[in-house]
């Protein structure tokens, strides 16, 4: 089946006892049992509900994970990080991208290594870089592409096969590109990981995350220790990332072609100083964003010319874009990094431009979004 077809149907057979069409929200915590251990699948909603398992299939079909394979819904995008680290230990090293999103950083670099878990940040961008922050202690590799919030690309391949060399656990954070764009699974990752807040809800009314694997041994690890810890999303949530994956397909081609106007927009703009975007021919890894991804995404960042005191009238001064956190709904949104989503790098090797302002661009009519640009570019 086609990527369409599989967001509509994947884990999402008509109920069995009543024909719903659309899978219920079992709202119910436990779940009766005909004697002691004998049921029906379902015994205790920590360990297994419904809903989230059909959100979870069909996860594992939008994701292309091998049938062996699956995913573990969580409740959010930064438990599901928190869930992957569980599997290191004490000793244990993990390479993170330098320019990684804030709640990514602040988890390995303020709780992890209060664990005894260490970590490198390097420019995943170049294989070679890559390859030199490898130790023997090295577990897994993160990575972020495009990345958040300067939308750089790493060619999840070549990252594959340095991880597969040095026995390490390759993670990808699809957030951004979403499966419609990026299959990571099919390019070598181990594990894929959403904040299924963004793009897979896709209307700014759910928190939560998720991790995809082909990997029966590795499936199994994460939901021992989904059940062992707890992080999981309660029903409603599950119903709603399942309605937002329906439509999943529809919005990121419209999210694609208005952020691809946007950033042609600002390149052109006189007061515009610099564009991130990988659909631009000015983009460094253009080329890799061609071949690795099936369009260009829905997120644009930019510098204004006129420095930290232009990005700040910019985004108090749209219209349109709501300047909020989070990203990947309906609506555009508009932010300033160093500020707001990325406050816990400032001062470190990751700190992203103070001037950086980051576009959720939404799905709403692109001459109104321009004309919004406009005024607030003055």
């Known amino acids: 089946m086609r990527f369409e077809t599989r967001a509509i149907h994947g884990g999402q057979s008509p109920d069995s006892a009543t024909g719903a069409v659309t899978v219920p929200i079992y709202a119910t915590s436990t779940y009766a049992q005909t004697g002691p251990g004998e049921h029906k699948g379902y015994e205790y909603s920590r360990t297994a509900n419904p809903t989230r398992s059909a959100l979870e299939a069909a996860l594992a079909a939008v994701e292309g994970a091998d049938p062996q394979g699956g995913a573990v819904a969580t409740a959010s995008g930064m438990a599901a990080t928190a869930l992957l680290g569980y599997l290191l230990k004490p000793g244990d090293h993990v390479i993170l991208p330098d320019d990684a999103y804030g709640g990514t950083y602040r988890f390995f670099a303020q709780v992890a290594t209060e664990h005894g878990i260490e970590f490198t940040a390097a420019d995943?961008?170049?294989?070679?870089?890559?390859?030199?922050?490898?130790?023997?202690?090295?577990?897994?590799?993160w990575v972020e592409s495009p990345t958040?919030?300067?939308?750089?690309?790493?060619d999840i391949a070549a990252a594959a096969a340095v991880a597969k060399e040095a026995n390490a656990l390759l993670v990808v954070d699809n957030t951004f590109a979403t499966p419609f764009l990026q299959q990571p699974l099919a390019l070598g990752a181990d594990v894929v990981l959403h904040s299924s807040t963004k793009y897979l809800g896709g209307h700014s009314d759910v928190v939560g995350g998720a991790l995809v694997t082909s990997d029966a041994a590795l499936l199994e690890r994460l939901r021992f220790l989904s059940n062992a810890a707890g992080p999981v999303p309660g029903p409603f949530d599950a119903y709603l990332v399942l309605r937002g994956l329906k439509t999943l397909a529809v919005?990121?081609?419209?999210h694609c072609q208005n952020a691809e106007e946007v950033a042609l927009f600002l390149s052109a703009h006189p007061k515009v100083a610099e564009v991130f975007y990988p659909g631009l021919d000015t983009h460094p890894q253009h080329e890799l964003a061609k071949h690795q991804m099936w369009n260009y995404g829905g997120m644009v960042s930019f510098r204004p010319v006129g420095g930290v005191e232009a990005a700040h009238r910019i985004v108090t001064s749209t219209r349109l874009f709501t300047l909020a956190e989070s990203l990947g709904a309906v609506e555009s949104l508009i932010e300033l990094p160093s500020e707001m989503t990325h406050m816990s790098v400032r001062g470190t090797t990751l700190e992203v431009p103070a001037d950086l302002v980051r576009l959720s661009v939404g799905i709403e009519h692109i001459d109104d979004l321009l004309a919004d640009l406009e005024q607030a570019l003055g």
């Open 148 to 154: 958040n919030p300067l939308l750089r690309l790493v």
């Open 124 to 141: 995943l961008t170049s294989t070679d870089s890559l390859q030199e922050a490898v130790t023997p202690q090295t577990r897994m590799i």
């Open 251 to 254: 919005r990121m081609e419209r």
